[in-house]
């Protein structure tokens, strides 16, 4: 018996050459995947070939056992034909690209036909494959490499893209960034420039997009101060819903009469919340109760069902917090009365806070927001881009904490005309401060 070694760049071709050299009868020693290929040891033996009948009667107990541990090609393949040996060729691939696909289950090649020991025929005609877990970091390491080459890319062509505005439409590139300075989202301020007149100076086409965003900002016609009815208002923490019912109440006292009006307050996690607010009811002169769960809220607007305002005041969660949940089931469960739930948000938050508690809290359906602290505001851009992009109506705002002044209907108007007079402010400030700067550094 002559033993050979062969190598190719894949299984595929190794085997080839094995048939090509050694006939069908070859018998596979070992295979072993090396740096550029694979290596095959295979054997074959130069005496002539017997009758596969008459040999198979006439085995002796060890040329069985050689053939159970070392089976031929054509034993592995099943036939001596090319079509079999096509069909092996076929499965090696497939095994191999298998390797690569962790989700599926590693290809096994051709079943044989005419050997004893299944298992170790499959075992041994299986080619090496890499270890799976090794697979998977690999994979993984290569979806972050092309997510963050994704980012770049993306980065890349956007700053391109402004670019290529900027020296095409060198108007729209300019309204575009103002924009942005107030506040306004990127995808808002490249919407709204887009609708632009081609043929308009700086002045007229900066009317035009103010104009054109106090037009997208939803307001009610009928607010809740002249239709009365049942509100609940709910918010993050610290945005102001306690102080903000105290308004609506003492403005819907003045108007209705303080018999008219009653408060409830669900919130049981907060220390002192009924307290604080049972202070101003005392002020106002309405009437207040404390619910503990969805049965006593019933229970509570039920007793309340003739007056002409009836004001919830609920616990503060933020968007991420589990218990909001649990409050908003609360709520959806309570009653089959006609409330309308308002979202409290303070107008100097970051946008993208804004966008995640207004997602948060749209799983009860909203009447609309309240805008607080437009006083403490920077720019007012960011809480206007966050109500036009989600079509939320904007029913007040509140601009200082005296009870009940400073509350306010909100105007789409007065929104507008404040974010542009806080940008013009700062505008203003960090130019006179580059000037100081500059006479400093000049003297």
């Known amino acids: 018996m002559k033993i050979r070694r062969f190598y ?15 006939g069908d009868d070859a018998v596979i020693m070992s295979n072993k995947k090396l740096s550029n290929g694979v290596e095959i040891v295979a054997a074959y033996d130069k005496e002539p070939a017997v009758n596969p009948k008459r040999a198979e009667s006439n085995l002796t107990p060890a040329p069985k056992r050689r053939a159970e541990s070392t089976p031929t090609l ?37 079943k044989p036909q005419n050997v004893t020991s299944q298992s170790q025929r499959q075992t041994q005609a299986q080619p090496q494959v890499p270890n799976v877990s090794h697979q998977q970091d690999a994979l993984n390491e290569m979806r ?68 054109l965003l106090a037009n997208r900002i939803q307001t009610e016609e009928s607010n809740l101060l002249t239709k009365g009815g049942i509100a609940v208002l709910m918010g993050p923490t610290g945005t102001g819903k306690t102080t903000t019912v105290a308004k ?7 108007k209705y009469g303080a018999e008219n009006v009653g408060l ?20 106002i002169g309405c009437s207040v109760k404390k619910a503990q769960n969805a049965e006593e809220l019933s229970d ?22 589990v218990r909001l ?12 009365a006609n409330i309308s ?71 789409a108007k007065f929104l507008i005309t404040s974010a542009a007079k806080l940008y013009k402010k700062h505008v203003l400030i960090h130019t006179s401060g580059n000037s100081l700067n500059n006479a400093a550094v000049a003297v």
């Open 264 to 283: 409830i307050t669900i919130d049981s996690y907060r220390i002192a919340a009924y307290e604080q607010i049972s202070t101003y009811a005392r002020i």
């Open 74 to 110: 054509s034993e592995i393949i099943g036939d001596s034909g090319p079509d079999s040996l096509r069909a092996l060729l076929e499965k090696q691939i497939q095994a191999k690209e298998s390797a690569h696909q962790v989700s599926q289950p590693v290809a096994q090649p051709a």
């Open 8 to 22: 190719g760049k894949d299984m595929r071709e190794a085997l080839k050459q094995v048939k090509d050299e050694l």
């Open 144 to 211: 972050q490499e092309l997510a963050s080459l994704r980012n770049v890319l993306q980065f890349q062509v956007a700053g391109l893209l402004q670019q290529d505005k900027g020296r095409n439409h060198p108007l729209h590139g300019y309204l575009t960034n103002k924009l942005q300075k107030m506040g306004i989202s990127e995808a808002l301020a490249n919407e709204v420039v887009s609708y632009t007149p081609a043929d308009t100076d700086e002045r007229q086409a900066w009317l035009f997009l103010l104009k």
């Open 341 to 411: 739930s308002y979202l409290v948000m303070q107008a100097n938050s970051q946008y993208q806070v804004m966008q995640q508690t207004i997602a948060a809290y749209k799983q009860i359906s909203l009447q609309g927001c309240i805008f607080t602290k437009i006083d403490e505001c920077y720019s007012l851009g960011e809480a206007i881009s966050a109500a036009i992009e989600h079509k939320l109506s904007v029913s007040f705002i509140t601009d200082g904490q005296k009870v009940p002044e400073d509350l306010k209907v909100a105007d």
């Open 300 to 321: 509570l607007l039920f007793q309340f069902r003739n007056k002409r305002l009836i004001l919830i005041d609920t616990a503060g969660f933020g968007q991420r917090d």
């Open 248 to 254: 609506l109440a003492a403005q819907a006292a003045q």
């Open 325 to 336: 949940i649990k409050q908003l089931e609360t709520l959806k469960q309570s009653t089959t």
